[in-house]
């Protein structure tokens, strides 16, 4: 590379005396017929060519050849070097001037045009490497754009950069080999914090210009920018997140106290007063109050279990261990549990015998029907009905479990799966305000989405979930038994 | 008294180990309490229990590991407790030897009924079992491979046969589905939870009144299957 450019220089002067040559031999032939004014003239157009195409050195260099073959050539006495007439010596001197003038203004005008080039083109390449690392929130990401735009740039035989911090990474281009010298230059990513970590480069030769140092220096500082923007983003993400659980856990200790006392009441009420000498119990008063102990014990164990699921799925641990499980008997197990629950209220199935074997963690699922049905029947009226439906819908399963119970109104729809959202004062329902966020994340960790709407009598709870488990489809199974 | 059926109580919480003293010392049974999985397998082996309850989570060990090292020299049933949503751990324990499992908080009821169960169970393990399994209405004859409503004969399939014949050969304890398809498929085919499935319908529609409201054979969410006849 560099001989090339020494060529290529030393062949710009053999050019320009090429020219020179040529022009003075054209002139040489007219000289008879031109004013020596003229000549001189003529003669500065190769001149400004010259500098103006191969730059201020050949530029001088012509001028002084030009000045001696003008004299020597054109000036009489022609063949030497001797001038006689003192206009001859005043044209002399003022094309000397002229073209040692013109050859710098062209030239300085030359290297004015270089220079904006190239601050052009570090520009550009500023601009593509901010460009790159705009929206950029993954420090490895960051570096690997970085040591490839500064490979780009500087076209060194090795990059490395390596960052230190709490997530120490160190990524090489090129990735096979790396010279097994130090690196010629090695420049520090640096942000006002303190020193993120540097890139070493392995450049031989030609040396590094100052021009691209500072171009390399201030990609760095870009990098440095953009790495300092990432952690800053993961920072406030995490701010955000404790934010959230924190928030999440102030509503819960609120929750927790007001639900948890009530059963708590009871059950100390109800067990106070048996232990108590005080009053003599009838039998029939003894075993109503011995009822009441039992049924809130199930409620404190029922609100106690709400808040274990939904820290876990809170906290992401909830792993649906899922097998191929019929949805009529899941529904079937539910409703059979909950029938002194649902005693007031016509809870009707339609799932038809037909639907394939779907994908779910039987527990969970479970969880999900037991908590919209246990929904439905708190809101709904008494005498209405429940209906609970499953059909195949592509490859899902769209279910439904629809009430006549009030409608919700539109902006409350979404609204109503966030933990702790009630519609109605908390006092007049009781549970934890779980239920239905437990039931979303018990389906989206299944794959599939919950959502609410009104429909013309009351409320319809829709789930859908994938059929399709790790890419297989519902086994077929022989339904005819006689088939064996 | 001497003859009272020794039960061996493994739990580290003082309270259950004293609700399930008083009322099972009340019941006639002769109790003893160990607080962890060490002095419960001493306890044991100073004086080899009837029953064992045997809390999942104990300080000093697994009850995984309990159950396996009890099944190494006896064979006494074993109930396991333990809380809530762990029904990986609860298989385990039941696929190591153990009989049977409640979930905390249990009633005290169901308590004594798995008790009974299993205190029916070890009886008959020494004893010839029973050929004839009484089901409500239905009668499960092992020997002659017969199954019938009232007088009514219920034509099974192959597998089906084998399946309820397995099921109320253990009546009253739980079974895993692993136990389940290795014992009446293959023990390659333990995964295929979905033969079960189907397989469970079929006979629940030819022997239950309500298929979906099972009377005879329960489902034990995430555990298995049980097959109950009514006392």
Redesign the interface.
């Known amino acids: 590379m560099r001989s090339a450019t020494l060529f290529s220089r030393s062949s710009q002067y053999f050019l320009a005396v090429g020219l020179i040559a040529l022009v003075t031999v054209i002139l040489f032939t007219l000289r008879e017929a031109l004013d020596t004014t003229l000549i001189a003239l003529l003669y500065l157009i190769p001149l400004g060519m010259i500098t103006a195409y191969w730059g201020l050195g050949p530029g001088i260099t012509s001028a002084l050849i030009t000045f001696l073959t003008f004299n020597y050539f054109f000036i009489q006495p022609y063949y030497n070097l001797a001038v006689h007439r003192p206009t001859d010596v005043v044209i002399l001197v003022i094309f000397l001037i002229v073209a040692i003038v013109i050859s710098q203004l062209v030239g300085r005008m030359q290297a004015s045009l270089a220079a904006a080039t190239a601050r052009e083109r570090e520009a550009t390449q500023l601009y593509e490497l901010s460009t790159a690392l705009a929206g950029l929130h993954d420090g490895h990401t960051i570096a690997v754009i970085l040591a490839k735009q500064v490979q780009d740039v500087s076209q060194g035989e090795a990059v490395e950069l390596n960052i230190t911090g709490t997530e120490p990474f160190v990524f090489r281009l090129p990735e096979s080999s790396q010279p097994d010298r130090p690196p010629e230059w090695i420049l520090p990513i640096q942000v006002a914090r303190g020193l993120l970590g540097e890139i070493r480069l392995w450049r031989a030769a030609p040396v590094l210009t100052s021009n691209e140092k500072r171009l390399l220096q201030t990609f760095a500082s870009q990098g440095a920018l953009a790495l300092e923007r990432a952690r800053l983003a993961q920072a406030e993400s995490r701010a955000r997140v404790l934010e959230e659980s924190d928030r999440l856990k102030s509503a819960i200790l609120s929750s927790v106290s007001h639900e948890l006392r009530t059963p708590l009441s009871t059950i100390k009420a109800a067990a106070s007063s048996l232990r108590s000498n005080e009053v003599s119990w009838d039998t029939a008063a003894r075993s109503e109050l011995v009822a009441q102990i039992?049924d809130e014990?199930d409620h404190l164990?029922m609100l106690v279990?709400n808040l274990?699921?939904m820290s876990?799925i809170e906290s992401g641990v909830l792993k649906p261990?899922r097998?191929?499980?019929?949805l009529?008997?899941i529904?079937?197990?539910v409703?059979?549990r909950m029938k002194h629950l649902a005693g007031e209220h016509h809870i009707e199935?339609d799932i038809p015998e037909s639907l394939p074997?779907v994908p779910v963690?039987?527990?969970q699922m479970?969880q999900v029907f037991t908590n919209l049905v246990s929904n439905s029947v708190k809101y709904a009226p008494e005498k209405t009905v429940i209906r609970v439906s499953a059909f195949v819908e592509g490859d899902s399963i769209h279910a439904t479990v629809s009430n006549q119970g009030p409608q919700v109104p539109q902006e409350h729809l979404e609204r109503i799966f966030d933990k702790f959202f009630r519609i109605t004062e908390a006092d007049r329902v009781t549970g934890t305000g779980l239920g239905l966020s437990i039931c979303k994340g018990i389906i989206e960790a299944h794959g599939g989405r919950l959502w609410a709407e009104n429909v013309p009598d009351g409320l319809a709870f829709n789930f859908t979930f994938p059929l399709i488990w790790e890419g297989v489809s519902p086994?077929k199974?022989p339904?005819d038994?006689?088939a064996? | 008294m001497t003859n009272a059926p020794h039960i061996l109580v493994i739990d580290d919480e003082l309270q259950i180990q004293r609700a399930i003293r008083t009322i099972l010392t009340e019941k006639g049974f002769k109790v003893s309490t160990a607080s962890d999985g060490q002095q419960g397998l001493t306890l044991a082996a100073a004086n080899e229990p009837d029953v064992v309850i045997l809390d999942l989570g104990l300080p000093d060990m697994d009850g995984v590991e309990v159950c396996t090292r009890l099944r190494e020299w006896t064979q006494c049933p074993i109930i396991i407790l333990s809380v809530r949503d762990s029904e990986r751990d609860k298989v385990a324990a039941l696929d190591k030897g153990a009989d049977d499992y409640l979930t905390k908080p249990f009633g005290i009821e169901e308590l004594l009924a798995r008790v009974r169960v299993a205190i029916r169970h070890s009886a008959s393990r020494q004893g010839t079992p029973s050929k004839v399994v009484h089901a409500g209405p239905l009668t499960i004859d092992l020997a002659w491979h017969s199954v019938k409503r009232g007088e009514e004969e219920i034509k099974l399939t192959a597998t089906e046969y084998k399946l309820l014949a397995y099921l109320a050969a253990n009546h009253g304890r739980v079974l895993t589905h692993q136990s389940i398809l290795s014992n009446v498929w293959d023990p390659a085919d333990a995964d295929h939870t979905e033969y079960l499935r189907v397989y469970m319908r079929q006979l629940r529609k030819k022997l239950e009144a309500d298929p979906e409201r099972p009377q005879f054979i329960l489902t034990e969410p995430g555990i298995g299957y049980r097959f109950i006849v009514d006392e």
């Open positions: 039992d014990a164990n279990g274990l699921d876990r261990k097998e191929w499980n019929i009529a008997e529904v079937g197990s409703l059979a199935v074997l963690d039987y527990v479970e086994p199974l339904i038994p006689e064996e």
